[in-house]
């Protein structure tokens, strides 16, 4: 009886259930419970012998078949799987670039965040801390009818030239 209702299990994650959804509503496991079916990160000879036979020697994505371990059975999946040794270059590509981009992309994004803190309508209340507060700019609370928007008045549109554009025919 528990062996079909694991194979049905089994069946629905690999027509594409969540893992986590059906972790909570069908484990014993506490732990697997409580962490959407999160178990961690284990290495070769912590795990029961049944376990890793089948674990180790599949790829990423891999849902097992039901796993007897004692009286209970088992079903996992293979998030991640990481080899021994070095990573080949197309296997370490995408952190490379990550590293590569945060030297240069970092500053921009910090620059950029200083500007619109700069230019919004920020107030900061007693007690408070403004951490990310932009150079010069006053975020000190104030009643809401003192704030006034910067606004533009008509005669300085008016001042600017204004490009006409042509809509082709």
């Known amino acids: 009886m528990a062996e079909n209702k694991?194979?049905?299990?089994?069946?629905?994650?690999?027509?594409?259930?969540?893992?986590?959804e059906l972790a909570r509503q069908y484990s014993d496991n506490a732990i697997a419970v409580r962490n959407d079916g999160l178990l961690?990160?284990?290495?070769?000879?912590?795990l029961s012998r049944a376990i890793e036979d089948v674990v180790f020697?599949?790829?990423?994505?891999?849902?097992?078949?039901?796993i007897r371990v004692g009286d209970a059975l088992e079903i996992l999946k293979i998030e991640q799987r990481?080899?021994?040794?070095?990573?080949?270059?197309?296997?370490?590509?995408?952190?490379?670039?990550?590293?590569?981009?945060e030297s240069m992309a970092g500053p921009k994004l910090h620059a950029y965040l200083v500007?619109?803190?700069?230019?919004?309508?920020?107030?900061?209340?007693?007690?408070?801390e403004d951490s990310g507060a932009a150079p010069g700019k006053d975020t000190s609370w104030r009643a809401t009818a003192?704030?006034?928007?910067?606004t533009i008045v008509k005669e300085a549109v008016a001042?600017?030239?204004h490009?006409?554009?042509l809509i082709p025919k």
């Not at 021994?84 to 590569?100: L, P, V, W």
């Not at 500007?115 to 408070?128: C, N, P, S, V």
């Open 115 to 128: 500007d619109l803190r700069r230019t919004a309508l920020l107030q900061i209340k007693e007690g408070y």
């Open 146 to 150: 003192a704030i006034r928007p910067e």
């Open 82 to 101: 990481t080899n021994n040794g070095q990573a080949t270059f197309d296997e370490a590509r995408s952190e490379i670039n990550d590293r590569m981009m």
């Open 163 to 165: 490009a006409n554009r």
């Open 6 to 20: 694991a194979k049905a299990v089994r069946d629905r994650l690999r027509n594409g259930e969540k893992f986590s």
């Open 57 to 66: 020697s599949q790829d990423s994505g891999y849902i097992t078949d039901p």
């Open 159 to 161: 001042g600017k030239r």
């Open 40 to 46: 961690g990160t284990f290495l070769r000879g912590e």
